[in-house]
């Protein structure tokens, strides 16, 4: 039988990170080190009163039925971490849980977009933040992250024609992959910048508990105006060590939570309660970790500086997540060639920049996943 794919389909080769895991699991079959610094999971173990919680919730069978919709624990939690954490305030209709933001940035694109709609995402950017909305039917318009701009975008220079034709922009600080941050004034400029065309933001805030020298991560949603133009996704992935319990959510502007979680509930009985005991536990319990894994990051970023600069790669300013940008050597030209070359001699697994957009070529992607001292010995 000949089988036709579809078009969607067949535009998509292997995920980068499987092809990556690949080439780790032959090196290692023939007895050769591996220095992975590919995909960002995070090494460090969830809190011990997280597992507890959902070593105790798994031997209650009632816990294995559909859930069918966020309990009010959870949503309460939610409701307070935000309080907390970045004095915003949250009702309980703006808030929806999903399975990770992965999952939530593919479908999002449904509540929001008709097919040929044009969607803005980055470049550089996270390959979902695009594919996210192309599955959805939409047309791709990128914005350039420049190094020369600290990586925000020049929203001036995004033509009117294209501006006003987006129904949706996809904003992600601190910046997976080029790990910078943004200012108050840059929000204040993007939600002026959504009202004025009239599209829908949706921000991916992952690492604003990972951010260095100081700083202090922040919402959008924190910003005046950010829930009349948008929503944003918040995992507990990277902050909580749970990478595997597959959480986030999607805050905001009541009216789009509520479409998509109509839509949602076509195709998903709502996050398991094990999930969701977690997710209580991660939020409600202590947050002495948060801090002191956040150290420890800044120092991995420190020392992977160091050694990538012996290897005479260009580090740019890591401000925030948990990675590091670097340009490769003078006298390469190709980010994947590069990094075959790296592994190969050296036995360091990382990510051409080439795979998060064509602005970055020239670059590589580190995730800070191994101790200092492994690091450290990695290069000297």
Known sequence: MNIEFSERS????????????????????????????????????????????????????????????????????????????????????????????????????????????????????????????????????????????????DLSSISKEVANKAKMMVVSYPSNPVCTTAPSSFYEELIAFAKHHQLVIIHDNAYSEIIYDGRKGTSFLSYPGAKDVGVEFNSLSKTYNITGIRISFLLGNKEIIHKFKTLRSQFDYGTGHLVQKAAIAALNGPQDSVTINCKEYEKRRDALSNGLTKLGMKVQNCEGSMFVWAHIPEGYTNSNEYCMKLFHETGILCTPGSSFGTLGEGYIRFALVLPVDVINAIFN
Not at 81 to 108: C, F, N, P
């Open 10 to 153: 067949n535009r998509f080769g292997s995920n980068i990170f499987h092809t990556l895991n690949d080439l780790k699991n032959e090196r290692l079959k023939e007895g050769k080190p591996v220095y992975n610094f590919t995909v960002g999971t995070p090494d460090f173990h969830p809190d011990a009163h997280v597992m507890e919680a959902v070593s105790k919730a798994a031997l209650e069978p009632e816990n294995y039925k559909y859930s069918l919709g966020d309990t009010e624990e959870l949503i309460d939690a939610v409701i307070n971490w935000y309080q907390r954490r970045y004095q915003v305030t949250l009702s309980k209709d703006e808030i929806t849980s999903v399975s990770g933001t992965q999952e939530g940035m593919a479908h999002i694109g449904l509540a929001l977009i008709n097919y040929g709609d044009t969607v803005l995402v980055p470049n550089p950017g996270y390959p979902i933040f695009e594919i996210g909305p192309y599955l959805c039917g939409a047309k791709i318009a990128y914005y350039n992250l420049l190094p020369e701009n600290n990586y925000l975008p």
